[in-house]
């Protein structure tokens, strides 16, 4: 008799790779059943994050010839972190432990008994970090690894090379349902949730099928979420940075001056044209990042909801009387 486990599956435009994941996981929870890891009532809770092909069909489907798939679908498509977010909600009622994954298949299924026994250990969060990123084109490599040193930079506190392959413990879950931003960026969020946590190693696959759902311009809005929703230095380097520029002004302005009474003919048009668009272009990006952050508290504000959920498909039968 080990921990209900939920294994949490965010899935957009998956119909490919779904059956797959599905059997993977399926065995994955048999063997966990028979090694003390998972009991009965562990599932996998699939969210359709309002795929637009027949990823939900899929689902019904399995829901309904296989005993440890249960679903969920959101009335529209409201990107990975919600959709993510609102499968380990769901979960938290039902589960002593969540582990979230990607429906392709990227994260190391073999991995998720370690996750499990450090669970069993006493850790509440479990974080799934990459040994090496091979399977990542070099242009993903190196922006990603570029966006960790930022945010170190900028004092926040995440894991390096982790994504969103985790353990969470029904209390940390529980913790997690406290923070109600919009902006939503879990990998920001976890480590603020506090407890004992730890890592678990592993090797990131190729997608297994289909393609990715993040293109770039994805990417660079989530990295950008990440750092103004967990620092606001950036501001205070604007200020700092108007503070250096209006001291160098001030030298500037004294050395306008002399050369003006010593009779020396003031020949700038370069440089006046050149610092106005220096200066132009740099205030210009200053008040984009300020507009960046205002945008965050607009929509902070409002505080929408973060997702809405359409149909929730329980599966209440036990495994083991699956043939009977
Ligand atoms: N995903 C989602 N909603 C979206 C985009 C992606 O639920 O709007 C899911 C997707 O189905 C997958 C996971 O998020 O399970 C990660 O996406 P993907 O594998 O495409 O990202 P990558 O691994 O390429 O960064
Ligand atoms: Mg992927």
Known sequence: MGPTVYFVIPCYNEEEVLPETVRRLTE????????????EKSRMLLVDDGSRDRTWEIIS??????????????????????????????????????????????DDVDALDKFVEK???G??????????????????????????????????????NHADYRLMSKRALQGLSE????NLFLRGIVPLIGYRSDYVYYDRHERFAGESKYPL???ISFALDGIT?????????????????????????????????AGLAVSGWTAIVCSIWLLGGLQMLCLGVVGGYIGKIYSEVKARPRYRVEEHLRNTENPLDKGK
């Open 119 to 121: 669970h069993l250990e």
């Open 123 to 160: 850790c509440d969060v479990v974080y799934g970090v990459r040994n090496k990123r091979e399977t990542d084109t070099w242009f993903k490599r190196t922006t990603a690894e570029g966006f960790y040193k930022v945010m170190k930079l900028l004092g926040v506190d995440i894991v390096f």
């Open 179 to 182: 923070y109600k931003e919009v």
């Open 28 to 39: 994955k929870l048999d063997s966990m059943r028979a090694g003390g890891l998972a009991n």
């Open 217 to 219: 311009k994805k990417m």
């Open 229 to 261: 929703s967990f620092s606001v230095k950036p501001l205070k380097l604007i200020s700092n940075f108007g503070i250096l520029i209006s001291i160098l002004s001030i030298f500037g302005l004294l050395y306008a001056l002399i050369s003006y009474f």
């Open 61 to 106: 489907g399995l829901n309904r010839e296989n005993p440890y798939v249960e679903g969920v679908k959101l009335a529209h498509n409201r990107g990975h972190q919600n959709a993510l977010l609102c499968g380990l909600m769901t979960a938290k009622e039902y589960c002593d432990c969540a582990i979230s994954l990607d429906a392709d298949l990227q």
